[in-house]
C-alpha cells in the first residue's frame, strides 16, 4: 500500500518551494521557483531508479523501464505549476501520487512489463501567459513552433520563447510533440476541485467526461429614470431584469441538472450605478458547463425562452450572445473500467462523475486512451491556499494507480 | 387663460441659453450661462411690471405689489439651475408658469390684495457642489454662512462663497434668509418626472406628500470557486444571493406598494468579477422611497425576513446596513385644497398624488404653508434631453396657479 507520509513529505516540500506571496503558495512555469520545484521531484524520481529528462518545452518525465520497453507505455502524471496563492495540490498531487505508484511498483519487487512515465507538465494553469494548457498542446502536437512566439507573459511582456531561453531550455519544440508514440494510457489523478466526493463520504472519483463550456454575453436594456417618480409597475429596470434572468436560469439548472450542469454569473455590470437611478443597463456572463449536448441545448432554450417571459415582465430588452464554445472531452471507457476495477479491488468506494474544470487530460484524450482520477478535496476549495487533501486520500489515489497500472499492464 | 406660446419662448429661449454639452442644455448655478439665463427671467418679469431683484445667495424674485402689501405674501416659483445634459422643464418649467400666472394677474386688470414673488431658486439640483437645495436652504435657514465655506465645487475646489464672489455675489449670506417672514403660502409647479398623469391621462397632479428616502447598503457574502466543478444545490453564490433578494423586495414592492413606494437598486457590484469564478461577494444599494411609515417599515421587514431566506436558500451570509434616511414632508392642506379648487373650477381632471423626488417645496414647507403641482411630463423623463412638456399642460399648469393666487389671496 501506499505510504502516505512519503507522499506528504512530497506535498510539503514543494509547498514551501515558493515566490514570495501574499498568501498560500505559487509557483508559476518558467520561473527559478519552478525550476527548483522540478529540481526536487527529479532527485525524489531518481532516488527510486527512475530516468529523468525533460523536454523541450519544460515537461518533466520520470521512465520506470519495464520488462518489455518496446510495449505501449503507460504514462501517469499532472501539471507542476501553479495559479498565484494557491494550495498545494492542485496538480502537484497528481505527479506526486503517480510518483508515488510507481515507487510502489520498484519497491514490490514485481515490475511492469510496460515501462511506464511519471510526467509534470508545464504551464497547465494560465497565469503567466493567460493560456493554460501549454505544455499539454506542445506534448499532443496541436501547438508548436507559432505558439512560442505568438504568446507573451501578461507582466513581462516575454515571448513564450524567450520565457522558455531564459529558463534555460533551447526555445524550441523539438522533440516535444508524442503525437505518433504508441501509448497504452494516460492516467491523471487530480483532487476533486469539487465537494461531490466529500459530502457522499467516497473515496475515489472515476471520470467519464470532461465538461463542454459555453459562454454567453447578456445584455439588458432598460431605462434609466429617477428612482422615486417611476411607480414599480412602469419601470422599466435593467438590473431588475438581469436579476430575474439570473435567478430563473440558476434556479432551472439547479432543479433539473444538479451535478450534471452547472450555470454560473461571474460578471456583472451595473449602468449608470448610481443609488438613486434606476439601471439603465446590465451586462453579465454566463458560463455554462456540462458533458451533455442536449442538456446544453435545454438550457440555452430555457435562457431564450426566459428572456423573453423577462423581457414582457420587466419590460426591456435583452441581447444574449454567444461567446466562447468549448466542447466536452469523453474518457476512454476501458482505462475508467481499469480504474473502477482497481477500487473494487482495494475495496474503496468510488462514484462515476464529470470534471466541471478542465485538465491536460482533456488534451492527451486526443491522442491517448485516457482516465482521470478524483480525490475528496476539503470543501472543494481549489486556487486557495486553504486547498486540502487529506494524506490518506492521497494514498488510497496512489494505491488506485498502482492497481490500475498493474491491470493495464496485463 | 394662460397664454401657451408665452410659455413656449421663454422655454425654448432659456433651452438655448446652455454651456456646450454632448446633448440637451445645461446651465449649472453660478456659471455665466445661469447669469445669462437669469438676465433673461429679469427682462422678462420687468416687462410686465415686475420688480426684480436677487438674494446673496443668487435667488432670484420678481415681485408683483398687491393692493395691500403689508400682507403675508404670496409666493411661487421653483429652480432655474440644471443637471448637465439637461431638458428644459426641469425647474424652469415652475419659475416660467409663475411668471405666466403674474401675467395673468396683470393682464386681467384685477391686481392681487397680497403681493405675489415669482421665485427662481439657485442650486436646487446637486450638479456643481454635490449638494443639492442650495438657495432653498439658505432662504429657509438651515444653511447660513458656515454652508458657504463648507462645500467645494467637484471639478474647480473652489467654496461655495468664493464661487458665490466669483459670479459677482458678495460672498455673504445677509438677507437671504426669511425665515422669520409671515408668508401666506408658496406654490412650486414642477413637472411630474413620472409617467403616472400621461398614463392616467390627468391634467394636473396635487402633491400632498414628498417621500421619505432610505438608503440601505447590502454586502452579500459567498464563498468563491470554480464555476464547473461545485454543483448548483452547493454553491455559496453571492451573485444569485443578490439577485434573489433584489427579486424578491422589487416584485414585494410591486405587489403591495406599487404608485405608494419604490425600491430601486441602483448600484451593484460583484467579487471578484471573473467569468469563470462563482463570486465570492456581491455589493449592492436599496433606494426606498415612500410616504408611509408604515410601508417604509413593513418594506424593512420584508427585507430583514427575505434576507434570512435567502440566507438559508443560497448558503450566503447578507449584512444589511442602513445609510441615509430622510424623512417625509406633509404639504399644506389647505393649500392642496385651493389647488384642487382651482381645477374644478378650470374643469381640469386631477389627481392627489405624492412626490418621488425632492424638491424646493421640501424645504420651504418648514417655515410656509406649502403646496405643488405637476403638470404630466411624457414618459415621465426627466434629467435628460428628451424631457418634455406640452405647451398644453404648461398653460393648465399656469392656470392652475392663477386660480389658486386668487383662492390663496381672497
Known sequence: MANKERIVEDIETLRRITQPCACGTQRPSYTPEYRRGVEYVKRR??????????DNAGNLYGLLAGTQPGEPKLISGSHLDSVKCSGAYDGIAGVLCALEAARMVVESGVPLRRSLEVMGTIG???????????????VEGSWGEA???????????????DTMRAYGLP??????????????????????????????????GVVENIVAISWMHV??????????????SMRRDACVGACE???????????????????????????????????????????????SGAYRDDLVRFIREKKADVERACRVEIEVREGMRQA??????????????????LGYTWRRMNSGAGHDAMIFSRIWPTGMVFVPSRGGLTHHPDEFVSPEALAQGADVLYETFRALDA
Open 219 to 232: 445584455t439588458v436594456h432598460g431605462l434609466a429614470s429617477h428612482p422615486g417618480t417611476i411607480p414599480m
Open 124 to 138: 497547465e494553469e494560465g497565469t503567466r501567459f493567460g493560456q493554460a494548457l501549454i505544455g499539454s498542446q506542445l
Open 245 to 291: 434572468l439570473i435567478c430563473a436560469v440558476t434556479n432551472y439548472a439547479r432543479e433539473h441538472y444538479d451535478g450534471e450542469a452547472t450555470v454560473t454569473a461571474g460578471r456583472l455590470d451595473v449602468f449608470p450605478g448610481n443609488t438613486n437611478c434606476i439601471p439603465s443597463r446590465c451586462d453579465f456572463t454566463l458560463d455554462i458547463r456540462t458533458c
Open 45 to 54: 524520481m531518481a532516488e527510486f531508479g527512475l530516468q529523468t529528462r525533460e
Open 328 to 345: 466536452s472531452t469523453a474518457l476512454d471507457a476501458g482505462v475508467q473500467q481499469c480504474i473502477e476495477d482497481a477500487c473494487k479491488k
Open 147 to 161: 505558439e512560442l512566439d505568438r504568446f507573451h507573459g501578461l507582466e513581462d511582456g516575454l515571448s513564450l520563447r
Open 171 to 204: 526555445g524550441s519544440t523539438e522533440g516535444v510533440c508524442r503525437r505518433g508514440e504508441a501509448v497504452r494510457a494516460f492516467i491523471e489523478l487530480h483532487d476533486e476541485q469539487g465537494p461531490v466526493l466529500e459530502n457522499e463520504g467516497i473515496a475515489i
